[in-house]
């Protein structure tokens, strides 16, 4: 009896033995696999671990395999943002090579030939370069504003102002050009008075931008409204809507990606929009707690907007 006793001892003894250190030495080795290829997952077929509650090696197991998952959709996403990045880079690249390929060759002219242009002539040189020079360094600024923003060191400094104020100077700024391209210009405030707490210069920023697109795709007599209204749950929308060329539907929701430009784009022959503008506009919005919206339709127009507390 006893010795039956014993051998049930020992096979019970035997069987716990087995399946708690067999699955334990299993996880160790595919832990110990995936650590030595770098936490790369590919090359190693991982167990199908059961998420038995019994068994703290199977959880442990599945655990590792969550964590594994996690590590490698992180590291896809990396793969993906890097090689959007190399694209962008190159792109932006060649963007400057254009006006600076022409300022280096309008000097290197005016140098060579100074003796034999006209005063006229040397004057065009001269405004041609300078124009180009200033065309590189709106390019280069807004790079510079997109990669600061992306960087992630942005500080947003709130303060309170009254937004019908700030809207009304903005306006303003726009004024000259509005008249210069025949277009009506207003600014329609639902009060005088919408105090606000928001990043005044960021603020700006996404409005002159959405100001200056409005403008260059809306032909001669056409209109822009700027438009602020109290919203139910508090705060304020603003909105900047124009009677423009709009945008396809197929392409509305690529117009927030850095360097897209529609179809419709308004291209001047100086070529100095590059088609970052709104996706600094976005990631300003998102600073500021917000989000952008557009809703548009060809040969209508467009209208931009977002939402202030
Ligand atoms: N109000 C608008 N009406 C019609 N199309 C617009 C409007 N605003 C933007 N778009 C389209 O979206 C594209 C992207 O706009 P975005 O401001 O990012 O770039 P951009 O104005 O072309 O260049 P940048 O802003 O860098 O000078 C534009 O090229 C244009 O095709
Ligand atoms: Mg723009």
């Known amino acids: 009896m006893i010795v039956i006793g014993l051998i049930a001892l020992f096979i019970l003894m035997l069987w716990l033995f087995r399946n708690i250190t067999s699955p334990l030495r299993l996880l160790n080795k595919e832990m110990k696999l995936v650590t030595e290829q770098g936490f790369n997952r590919s090359n190693v077929a991982l167990s199908h671990w059961r998420n038995d509650a019994k068994n703290e090696v199977h959880q442990l197991g599945v655990i590792f395999t969550d964590m594994m998952s996690h590590i490698e959709r992180q590291f896809n996403q990396l793969q993906q943002v890097d090689s959007q990045r190399k694209t962008l880079l190159a792109e932006i690249s060649h963007d400057l090579r254009t006006p600076l390929t022409s300022l280096y060759g309008y000097l290197e002219t005016l140098q060579l ?6 005063p006229e002539q040397e004057q065009v040189y001269i405004a041609t370069a300078l124009r180009n020079s200033c065309q590189l360094r709106q ?11 992306e960087s992630g060191h942005v500080k947003v400094i709130n303060e309170r102002f009254n937004l019908v104020e700030v809207l009304y100077d903005i306006v303003e700024k726009f004024a000259l050009k509005a008249q210069q391209h025949n277009i009506t210009l207003v600014f329609e405030p639902e009060t005088h008075y919408m105090m606000v707490e928001s990043d005044l210069n960021k603020l700006e920023r996404i409005i002159s931008n959405l100001i200056d697109n409005a403008l ?3 032909p001669a007599n056409g209109t822009i409204v700027l438009c602020a209204l109290a919203i139910n749950n508090g705060g304020y929308q603003v909105s900047v809507k124009d009677s423009g060329v709009g945008i396809a539907s197929e392409e509305l929701a690529n117009i927030f990606n850095a360097r897209f430009q529609a179809s419709n ?4 022959s100086e070529q100095k929009n590059i088609g970052l503008g709104l996706t600094i506009s976005q990631k300003l919005c998102e600073l500021l ?3 952008i919206s557009v809703t ?7 209208e931009f907007s977002f939402k202030l507390v």
């Not at 390019?139 to 923003?149: G, N």
């Open 139 to 149: 390019l280069i600024d807004q790079v510079f504003e997109l990669a600061h923003i």
């Open 296 to 302: 548009s339709k060809l040969g209508v127009g467009s």
């Open 216 to 218: 260059r795709h809306t």
């Open 265 to 268: 784009s308004a291209k001047t």
């Open 289 to 291: 707690g917000s989000q």
């Open 113 to 118: 030939n100074k003796s034999e242009l006209t």
